[in-house]
């Protein structure tokens, strides 16, 4: 067989082996850096939930104290109710715990009374024992005195030409079946147990 080789022109080299440039090797492919994960945040769930229950806990303690508080008022307020208000009787409302009441009414004189400069009133002429002041005293059923007070407040009414007093006798014994009430030396005056204990005292004198 013929060994063909093309033959080198005049003046052309056939290339040796130290002129080959070698080939540049290739360069690795370039790997991007790994993406380290954030770390998980810590739920806000837990705080959350405390603050809830901070705030739950606040509200009951709240409403503990109101309630407290107006429970305090009501039965403080329940200790000024009236007998009308509670349905029990007046004479045990007006009962004091060592088995006394204040006797209370009021008394006029309808004859004499005259205006006493100060703004309220006093008997004159024939009544001149009537006044601010003047003696209320309480007897027993036997007639014996066990209680004793003086006029008060007295209230002037010009038309009527009367003076009003105000008649308010404490300490006065819860166990008799009836009293007696004598203003001034001017005469008993009798009631019963129930009208004495229930505030319904009244007098007159004069016309």
Known sequence: ?????????????????????????????????????????????????RTLTTLLIGALAGAAIV??????TSSSSGDNTSGKATGLPADVINAEPDG???????????????????????????????????????????????ATSALLLSEFDATAGSCTYDVAVEDVPADEDFYQVEISHRGKL?????????GSFSGTLGD
Request: charged share 15%.
């Open 1 to 49: 067989m013929t060994d063909i080789r093309p033959t080198p022109s005049d003046g052309e080299q056939q290339p040796t082996a130290d002129s080959v440039t070698p080939p540049k090797p290739l360069a690795p492919p370039e790997i991007a850096p790994a993406t380290v994960p954030a770390a998980p945040q810590a739920s806000a769930e837990p705080s959350r939930l």
């Open 67 to 72: 309630g407290g508080t107006w429970y305090a």
């Open 100 to 146: 006394t009441f204040t006797l209370e009414g009021e008394f006029t004189l309808a004859d004499g009374a005259i205006s006493d400069g100060i703004g309220g009133c006093e008997g004159s002429g024939g009544y001149t024992d009537i006044g601010i002041g003047t003696s209320v005293t309480v007897y027993d059923a036997a007639g014996s005195v066990i």
């Open 190 to 198: 009798q009631l019963s147990a129930d009208e004495a204990k229930s």
